[in-house]
């Protein structure tokens, strides 16, 4: 069965750090896509961050540019996301996501796999 996982998420207050991890089962996720996304209360779901699968290309929304870092993670089969500088705003449920593509993208569509969810939430 195919199956991601995050963890990682919980309550923060402004200016604080966390760090997200995607694990994988069923299937490697060296093979795919890998984004990150999230929805907060009321709004719908947007893309925070994807790594592609060839060349490891990386994108970020332009909201969490300079805050957020993508990688492949050194535990085998995890995605991290370190999330650094933390704002209300970005208090939101995370999802991370794999799509089968070489290249990733932050639009949700074209994702495959969803793992369900961490609640990340920034406040004082």
């Known amino acids: 069965q195919l199956q991601l996982v995050e963890s990682g998420g919980g309550l923060v207050q402004p200016g604080g750090s966390l760090r997200l991890s995607c694990a994988a089962s069923g299937f490697t996720l060296d093979y795919y896509a890998i984004g990150w996304f999230r929805q907060a209360p009321g709004k719908e779901r947007e893309g925070v961050s994807c790594i592609s699968k060839t060349d490891g290309r990386i994108y970020y929304a332009d909201s969490v540019k300079g805050r957020f870092t993508i990688s492949r993670g050194n535990t085998k089969n995890t995605v991290t996301l370190q999330m650094n500088s933390l704002k209300p705003e970005d208090s939101a449920v995370y999802y991370c996501?794999?799509?089968?593509?070489?290249?990733?993208?932050?639009?949700?569509?074209?994702?495959?796999?969803w793992g369900q969810g961490t609640r990340v939430t920034v406040s004082s």
């Open positions: 996501a794999a799509d089968r593509s070489p290249f990733c993208g932050l639009g949700d569509a074209r994702y495959d796999y």
